[in-house]
T-cell receptor, first 113, second 116 residues
């Protein structure tokens, strides 16, 4: 069975600084997708970025980028130039061949003004 | 495109009562998913549909839970004889599957269930 682990329950960063959120996963499949979702307080889950396992190039979306280390089964999220609106719970998730999303426990990101 | 909508947003019920939640996916999406999220945790997969067919059910989904997606459009999730342990946020998501890849899921705002 797939598992996703986020070892940082909470992280804080100064506004405009860079922060990296960690995620490790375990899967026996060769074809899988990885995602980072953001869940602001009392608001819905929003996709931040996705990575296909067969792609070696790390995905980027504006200020968000990932460091995908396939051999190490690591998938960290880097947020550059942090903004107050980035404050949220961040969830790492993997999708297997059954199209199920397997989620980590989340990391609460606090942005200090 | 108005996104995924869920109704009601909040539901308070007494233990033993039945509740039903509705999810309206993004109109062109053929896949629909239900998840349950408890406070401080990531979502847990419950079930999903491709069009009107229910293709997968989690072992978490006891026989008190039933989901339908008639005509492959909106979906309902019913919980019978609710228990306090059913208190959670119930999330619905949808995606489009063209058969050429696994696409991201778009989430609704959730229905928060409180069983007293």
């Amino acid at each position: 069975a797939q598992t996703v682990t986020q070892s940082q329950p909470e992280m804080s960063v100064q506004e405009a600084e860079t922060v990296t959120l960690s995620c490790t996963y375990d899967t026996s499949e060769s074809d899988y997708y990885l995602f980072w979702y953001k869940q602001p307080p009392s608001r819905q889950m929003i996709l931040v970025i996705r990575q296909e396992a067969y792609k070696q190039q790390n995905a980027t979306e504006n200020r968000f980028s990932v460091n995908f280390q396939k051999a190490a089964k690591s998938f960290s999220l880097k947020i550059s130039d942090s903004q107050l609106g980035d404050a949220a719970m961040y969830f790492c998730a993997s999708m297997d061949s059954n199209y199920q999303l397997i989620w980590g426990a989340g990391t609460k990101l606090i942005i200090k003004p | 495109d108005t996104g995924v909508s869920q109704n009601p947003r909040h539901k308070i019920t007494k233990r033993g009562q039945n509740v039903t939640f509705r999810c309206d996916p993004i109109s062109e999406h053929n896949r629909l998913y239900w998840y349950r999220q408890t406070l401080g945790q990531g979502p847990e997969f419950l079930t999903y549909f491709q069009n009107e067919a229910q293709l997968e059910k989690s072992r978490l989904l006891s026989d008190r839970f039933s989901a339908e997606r008639p005509k492959g459009s909106f979906s309902t999730l019913e919980i019978q004889r609710t228990e306090q342990g059913d208190s959670a946020m119930y999330l619905c998501a949808s995606s489009f599957d063209s058969g050429r890849g696994r696409y991201e899921q778009y989430f609704g705002p959730g229905t928060r269930l409180t069983v007293t």
